[in-house]
T-cell receptor, first 111, second 113 residues
Framework: DAKTTQPPSMDCAEGRAANLPCNHS???????VYWYRQIHSQGPQYIIH???NNETNEMASLIITEDRKSSTLILPHATLRDTAVYYC????????????FGAGTILRVKS | NAGVTQTPKFQVLKTGQSMTLQCAQD?????MYWYRQDPGMGLRLIYY???????DKGEVPNGYNVSRLNKREFSLRLESAAPSQTSVYFC????????????FGPGTRLTVT
């Protein structure tokens, strides 16, 4: 599976958009980009995933560059409850392939 | 729907003691997982079970055993606890092994002294 690089931490003002970057320059054609988050002391929570098209759901938007070497998770109106560690993961959907969690980005939303 | 439940929530063991961490899911999922998370680190996969009756090693299986008791339950056993096993343990489940969305339990915080 391709490795990912994320900034260790970011700050965001409450109510503003939070843009979390992820580099995955060695991603292969059949690898998806997944985002999970982990709010303090809780189990991780799935947010969104995509292959090459931009994706949006009720929680966030995922923007993947055309060359697929990087992506950005966007929380459109961050709240204090969005303070968490955000993990960017790339992997295929092949049977037996499993999620590998790195260190992630600590997002601090401040009032 | 309780989702994924784990017991106990907290546990303190002495070196050499044994214990079993319990995990159950009520979503009729086929695949289940055990992870550990050390302070400031991401999750690391210990064991997983693709379906009832099968188990496989993950990234860090040494010192652990697992049992997929039935479709609902997947337990993790520490036969002889060591301080290096002090960690938070998370259980997760998915419909299929390749599914993108894993559902995680609340975790068990284990301290080995």
């Amino acid at each position: 599976d391709a490795k990912t690089t994320q900034p260790p931490s970011m700050d965001c003002a409450e109510g503003r958009a939070a843009n979390l970057p992820c580099n995955h320059s060695t991603i292969s054609g059949n690898e998806y980009v997944y985002w999970y988050r982990q709010i303090h002391s809780q189990g991780p929570q799935y947010i969104i995933h995509g292959l090459k098209n931009n994706e949006t759901n009720e929680m966030a938007s995922l923007i993947i560059t055309e060359d697929r070497k990087s992506s950005t998770l966007i929380l459109p109106h961050a709240t204090l409850r969005d303070t968490a560690v955000y993990y960017c993961i790339v992997k295929t959907m092949e049977y037996g392939n499993k999620l590998v969690f790195g260190a992630g980005t600590i997002l601090r939303v401040k009032s | 729907n309780a989702g994924v439940t784990q017991t106990p929530k907290f546990q303190v063991l002495k070196t050499g003691q044994s214990m079993t961490l319990q995990c159950a899911q009520d979503m009729n999922h086929n695949s289940m997982y055990w992870y550990r998370q050390d302070p400031g680190m991401g999750l690391r996969l210990i064991y997983y079970s693709a379906s009832e009756g099968t188990t496989d090693k993950g990234e860090v299986p040494n010192g652990y055993n697992v049992s997929r008791l039935n479709k609902r339950e997947f337990s993790l056993r520490l036969e002889s606890a060591a301080p290096s096993q002090t960690s938070v343990y998370f259980c997760a489940s998915t419909n299929e092994l390749s599914s993108y969305e894993q559902y995680f339990g609340p975790g068990t915080r284990l301290t080995v002294t």
